[in-house]
Nanobody, 124 residues
Framework: QVQLVESGGGLVQAGGSLRLSCAAS????????MGWFRQAPGKEREFVAA????????NYADSVKGRFTISRDNAKSTVTLQMSSLKPEDTAVYYC?????????????????WGQGTQVTVSS
């Protein structure tokens, strides 16, 4: 079992940057694909970025390519999402998720564990 705790959300102006972190507790963190998803009010949860468990595959949603960077530190059991050039449409609750032996899929149903989410608000 893995517990995930996100941090780093907040209010930022358009064009600004934020760094989200997800701390994992539990065994075998390096065996999990780690992903970030987001959900805006009234919308479905959507994929943002993910790392395969081996670290060899990284996926990004088209909407964040070139602006967001996902990284992971297996020694510290953390995954981060560096967000830059933020836009108002990036406003959402951001969730960290883990998928045992996963490939970093965009399909949220593949992820077994989820954090509680952290709010990101981008003002125009």
């Amino acid at each position: 079992q893995v517990q995930l705790v996100e941090s780093g959300g907040g209010l930022v102006q358009a064009g600004g940057s934020l760094r989200l972190s997800c701390a994992a507790s539990g065994p075998r963190f390096s065996f999990y694909a780690m992903g970030w998803f987001r959900q805006a009010p009234g919308k479905e949860r959507e994929f943002v970025a993910a790392f395969s468990w081996s670290g060899g595959l990284i996926n990004y949603a088209d909407s964040v390519k070139g602006r967001f960077t996902i990284s992971r530190d297996n020694a510290k059991s953390t995954v981060t999402l560096q967000m830059s050039s933020l836009k108002p449409e990036d406003t959402a609750v951001y969730y960290c998720a883990a998928d045992y032996h996963g490939l970093g899929t965009i399909d949220s149903s593949e992820y077994e564990y989820w954090g509680q989410g952290t709010q990101v608000t981008v003002s125009s």
